[in-house]
């Protein structure tokens, strides 16, 4: 794996471009070239991390400051799973992902940033050994996804509720195999939880196994032990 940023650069190719209602639509010749550009990122993904070994993918709030007790159980767990030879993959940025790369960097295995183009720019943390530069959520999405078997879940914003429902409804729709989706921090995700095994269950919008789904967590050391137990019904090696 080396660390990458992608080539192919074209003007206004961001998802707010590419999702303009088609009344503003732009000259077909564009359109063609964004599909290419695309396809140029995703094939970089693939590239980069087609050799990577059994990761998990880590989730949480950018705005986490490095004094929060969720930014020091967040390193410590990235820390225990690169001990266990697990790959660490999260968003690149600062706060919780900032957090697991740091703790999964000194460590053998790779601590990997997808890091997304955003107007405000997010700038990549610097405990990376791998760092991929995204334009697309999509795509972006898409290899967190492909090269994770695992996925932890700390507190955050929308972002991470976006990342967590959209791996849910994978695995709820058998898109993927039965990957743990692992919450870390009862207290914060116990009245998500209790929304849906009351409102949605009991209202019948999802089967009675879906919130089965969902591991809460409260120490790193469950986490790890997750993940192990995952990895070896899966026979994955370190």
């Not at 003007?11 to 964004?34: F, I, Y």
């Not at 993918?57 to 225990?80: E, H, N």
């Not at 955050?156 to 709820?172: H, I, K, M």
């Amino acid at each position: 794996m080396k660390r990458s940023e992608n080539r192919l650069r074209l003007p206004g190719a961001t998802d707010k471009d590419l999702l303009k209602h088609e009344s503003q639509r732009r000259p077909m010749d564009d359109e063609a070239w964004r599909v290419l550009r695309i396809q140029a990122e995703i094939v970089e993904g693939f590239e980069n991390l087609r050799d990577l070994g059994p990761a998990v993918s880590i989730f949480g709030s950018a705005r986490t400051p490095s004094t929060d007790p969720m930014y020091r159980a967040a390193q410590k767990t990235a820390d225990l799973l690169a001990r266990a030879g697990f790959g660490v993959i999260t968003g690149g940025g600062p706060g919780i992902m900032e957090a697991a790369n740091k703790g999964a960097l000194p460590h053998k295995g790779p601590s990997i940033g997808l890091n997304i183009e955003l107007p405000f720019e997010q700038k990549p943390n610097p405990y990376l050994n791998v760092h991929l530069e995204n334009r697309y959520f999509f795509a972006r999405k898409l290899l967190f996804v492909k090269y994770a078997f695992s996925f932890v879940y700390f507190p955050g914003g929308l972002g991470t509720l976006d990342e967590l429902f959209e791996v849910a409804t994978l695995v709820q729709t058998g898109k993927i195999d039965r990957y743990p989706l692992i919450l870390f921090g009862s207290r914060h995700w116990a009245p998500l939880l209790g929304w849906i095994r009351g409102t949605l269950l009991e209202g019948g919008f999802i089967s009675r196994e879906d919130p089965s789904i969902l591991r809460v967590v409260d120490r790193p050391e469950e986490v790890l032990k997750l993940v192990r137990t995952q990895a070896k019904k899966m026979k994955l090696k370190p």
